[in-house]
């Protein structure tokens, strides 16, 4: 067991009498080599979850142990453990990507660091035109992959991985992960702290989905969509902003600018291909998919409802 969180809760005081639950009653544990997702939108209370797992921040109630220590009681050993990737932007100055990848290593690894893993992340996530590039030149996206380097180049045995895609271009996305299943392959485990759901449900091996400082449910991808598992869902890219009138068997609907998905039984497939391939003739939609139930099915369902299940 590389991490045990028990029953953890933070709360914050507001003005004046006013108080704000961040966590409440938060238990998870993580395995060896596993990657682990924290799912939830802004504010849900994933980063203070991760910064009392750092020692940063003191539950009010519970535990978290780490490689079977209580991070309370060594806040500083809980570092030294986890390597962190956090979610701004890593101010590079006048570094270039290679200068501040190496000296990360140099700090975390002393005289076992490998000048050669530099060389092979960078080679491996395409970085090479940006290598030697001073860091206030860079993009967000160029950024954002020298942070994720500086996380990994020594890992920790957690490696904690707040947004680590922000910016980055798709093809890179796919190397980035290549990296992170790699780390996983030598023994170290990972937490993927994200609110992009779709992105989470082919990276990780177990998810969690917090929200208003709650987990809502918790287990494999697998488990986590079987909340929904009797649904298929219906997705549109519909032709302008205007209003689409929602077929009546729909269950549930969420929109996001452009795109509309709903979720629907099983027995009105064919009466929903139906529907949409009329939206399609009279130009209201410009296509359409049908799949079974995602993890963003279930992370709608579930932060709709408000309904904890605890697996």
């Known amino acids: 067991m590389v991490l045990d969180v028990k029953a953890v809760t933070k709360v914050f005081s507001g003005r004046g009498r006013n108080k704000m639950v961040a966590n409440d009653n938060v238990s998870l544990r993580i395995q060896e080599g596993e990657i682990y997702g924290l799912l939830g939108q802004n504010g849900a209370g994933k980063t ?4 009392q797992i750092l ?18 009681g060594s806040p500083a050993r809980a570092r030294s453990i986890c390597s962190v990737q956090p979610q701004s932007q890593v101010p590079l100055g006048f570094l270039t990507p290679k200068q501040a990848v190496t000296l990360m290593g140099k700090m975390r690894a002393g005289k076992q660091f490998d000048p050669k893993r530099v060389e092979m992340l960078f080679e491996t996530l395409d970085m090479g035109e940006w290598a030697n590039k001073e860091g ?6 160029a950024k954002r992959l020298t942070a994720f380097c500086m996380a990994v180049i ?14 980055v271009d798709p ?20 937490i993927l702290v994200t ?32 909340s929904v598992s009797n649904q298929m869902r219906m997705e549109l890219s519909l032709a302008s902003e205007s209003d689409l009138e929602i077929p009546s068997w729909a269950l549930s ?59």
């Not at 206030?136 to 996206?141: P, V």
């Open 48 to 51: 203070t979850l991760v910064n």
């Open 55 to 72: 020692g940063l921040i003191t539950p009010d109630r519970g535990d978290i142990q780490l490689l079977g220590e209580s991070v309370i």
């Open 136 to 141: 206030e030149k860079l993009s967000g996206g």
């Open 154 to 167: 020594a890992p920790g045995k957690l490696v904690i991985l707040d947004e680590p895609t922000n910016d």
């Open 171 to 190: 093809v890179r996305r796919r190397y980035l992960w290549q990296v992170i299943r790699n780390l996983t392959n030598d023994g170290t485990s990972v």
């Open 195 to 226: 609110h992009n759901v779709l992105e989470a449900e082919k990276a990780v091996d177990r998810v969690a989905i917090i929200d208003k400082g709650k987990i809502l449910t918790q287990g494999t991808p697998s488990e986590v969509k079987s």
């Open 253 to 311: 609907s969420h929109r996001n600018g452009s795109r509309l998905i709903f979720a629907m039984d099983p027995r009105e497939v064919s009466s929903t291909i139906e529907w949409a391939e009329r939206q399609v003739e009279n130009g209201l939609i410009l296509d359409y998919s049908l799949s079974p139930a995602t993890i963003e099915d279930a992370y709608i369902e579930l932060t709709s409802k408000k309904v904890v299940v605890q697996k």
